[in-house]
């Protein structure tokens, strides 16, 4: 499991879950990088690896799942 992923820009939906992009690599290959799902109570965190695809950020979870989500509604972690 992540400890305090440093993300760079956060994603949250409308239930109140998060999903932080970083810039580190980790276990994540072909030029991916760690991402990080956490629930809305913060007491369930996923981390994956993530990568741009034109206007789209696509990302796999360690645990199957996957997300692709429009990168404009990623914005900088001090917006939050």
Known sequence: MLAALPAIVVAVSSTGAEVRLSKEIG???QGAQLAEWISPDAQLRIPGCWRLAGE???????DGDSLKI???????????
């Open 27 to 29: 276990p994540c290959v």
């Open 56 to 62: 789209v950020v696509e990302i796999g979870f360690l």
């Open 70 to 80: 429009p990168a404009a509604a990623f914005k900088p972690v001090r917006d939050y």
